[in-house]
């Protein structure tokens, strides 16, 4: 569904995107990670053919992405910072037009806007939203028309833990309906929960791709393990040394230290870093 | 198609929600050549409907469409629009018909209410539909290649100025070089529908010009949003 090889991209000296390479599966969801400054966003828009790369290509929907042309965009969803709203006009207003333009019912729109806990402000000027509220409008009308590819720039920046769940809900929802799910974060817990395989990214360099549980499992490999006594002591060792511990009578517990996402982030940012 | 009629309904909300744009651009016009018209020895002559027609054209054609086109592009919804998949020719038919509708009204009230005698009002209408086409397209071009609003302002009161003076100076026949570039510019037919009045024909030299002017304009607006569908 969508392919990418060999992407660069700078700006003046500025590396934004250094030779990635990385494919989506037709039912996926994607999680594009990183800092801010990573290149998730330029990444993006070369996808969505809003910018042009250097070198390498970027194929979606079986074509390159600097062919797309506007029927094409009738199945692509995208919610990101290049996107804008008619501010004078409320929030159903805007999303009425969306709705009107892809032959979508308005039920449909008073479903997602209830489900979003926006339906009490729809007839507020968009302009007036706080930050959560326009994130919310601009992720119902990225998924208005139940596209084949949806793109999301950080969806739950701003939103509650709630409404994050929320927000996650509907986008496996709309993944077991086949929806394609291209996901950029910095919310490490978010791409754990949601995200079927993802893409570690820092200053335009992929540092790790795979599953979220692939990724960790191989961190945990090096890790090692805490022992804790039944006096309150407790020691960290290898994990091969850890097992002479098992069944000892005066151990309470062994486990093994899982990383978390974000730890290994952490580690492998610091590590590219030191090259 | 309903694409289209969607983009149009789009278009009178934001109008309805933006109606300090509508008020500006639309009844500028008329009150200023009212406030002229309340002049005695002016009201009802027919030299003087050409400033209330240059108004109509820089303001209720030009501005219009040049404010509205680069207030959607500084708050990034024409690319959200390129993004959701609305074609070209849809965009530029969305928002050139307001301004359209609105400009060819008033320069057709305008000598009705104020009781100024059209010598003939087919060449009148014809010259008014191509002159307002002309600064509709050449203000949309302007706010697709303005960064901002206020550039998008900027050269449009260029065109307002060169609307306004261009006239004045050609009526100097003796200065055959600005005569010259008049009949041949934007305000040209409407130049020389008011100094041949009768005399004046659908087939003049100013009136090809002036659909030349157009149909180039029509490339470069078409070309212009090709150009915004990318960053720059």
């Known amino acids: 569904m969508i392919k990418v090889d060999n992407l660069s991209k700078r700006f003046g000296n500025k590396i934004a995107l250094e030779d990635i390479s990385f494919d989506i599966k037709e039912g996926e969801i994607f999680g594009f990670l990183g800092p801010s400054g990573a290149g998730k966003t330029t990444t993006i828009n070369i996808l969505t053919g809003q910018l042009s790369q250097d070198s390498g290509k970027a194929y979606i929907l079986n074509k390159e992405s600097n062919q797309l042309l506007p029927s094409d965009f009738l199945n692509i969803g995208i919610m990101s910072d290049t996107v804008g709203f008619y501010g004078k006009m409320t929030v159903y207003k805007n999303l009425q037009f969306f709705a009107k333009y892809h032959n979508v019912s308005l039920d449909k729109l008073d479903v997602l806007l209830k489900e979003l806990e926006l339906f009490e402000d729809k007839d507020k000027k968009a302009e007036k939203l706080s930050t959560g509220m326009k994130q919310r409008m601009l992720l119902i009308r990225s998924i208005l028309h139940h596209p084949k590819i949806l793109f999301l720039d950080e969806p739950t920046s701003g939103l509650d833990p709630a409404l994050s769940n929320k927000v996650h809900d509907i986008l496996l929802n709309l993944k077991n309906e086949g929806t394609t799910i291209f996901l950029t974060t910095h919310d490490m817990s978010e791409a754990t929960k949601i995200c079927d395989r993802i893409s570690l990214l820092n200053l335009g360099h992929i540092l790790e791709y795979g599953s979220p549980q692939e990724i960790i499992d191989k961190y945990s490999q090096q890790d090692k393990a805490v022992i804790r006594f039944k006096n309150g002591d407790s020691i960290m060792v290898s994990q091969a040394e850890a097992a002479r511990y098992l069944g000892g009578s005066d151990v309470a517990s062994v486990h093994t230290l899982e990383n978390t996402l974000e730890d290994i982030f952490i580690k492998v940012s610091e590590d590219s870093k030191n090259v | ?232």
């Not at chain 2, 009204?105 to 010259?127: D, E, H, K, Q």
Request: net charge positive; charged share 10%.
């Open chain 2, 1 to 232: 198609m309903y694409r289209l009629m969607t983009l149009l309904w789009l278009r009178w909300e934001y109008l309805i929600s933006n109606r300090v744009l509508l008020v500006v651009c639309v009844a500028t016009p008329f009150v200023d050549f009212a406030i002229l018209q309340a002049i005695p020895m002016i009201h009802g002559e027919l030299d003087f409907l050409n400033m209330g027609l240059s108004l109509v054209y820089s303001m209720t054609a030009g501005s219009f469409t040049s404010m509205m086109i680069s207030e959607e592009k500084e708050k990034k919804n024409l690319r959200t629009l390129i993004l959701s998949g609305v074609t070209k020719y849809n965009y530029i038919i969305s928002v050139i018909s307001f301004p359209f509708i609105f400009s060819v009204l008033s320069a057709l009230f305008m000598p009705v209410i104020f009781g100024v005698s059209i010598p003939n009002w087919l060449t009148y209408f014809v010259v008014v539909v191509l002159t307002t086409l002309a600064f509709i397209l050449l203000n949309l071009s302007i706010g697709l290649f303005s960064k901002t609003q206020t550039h998008a302002t900027l050269f449009s009161m260029i065109v307002l100025i060169i609307a306004t003076f261009l006239p004045m100076l050609s009526s100097d026949m003796s200065n055959k070089i600005m005569s010259y570039i008049t009949r041949f510019s934007f305000i040209g037919a409407n130049t020389e529908y008011f100094i041949k009045l009768e005399k004046f024909q659908i087939s003049e030299s100013s009136v090809f010009a002036l659909i030349c002017w157009v149909v180039v304009l029509i490339f470069i607006s078409n070309f212009a949003f090709k150009w915004n569908s990318r960053e720059h």
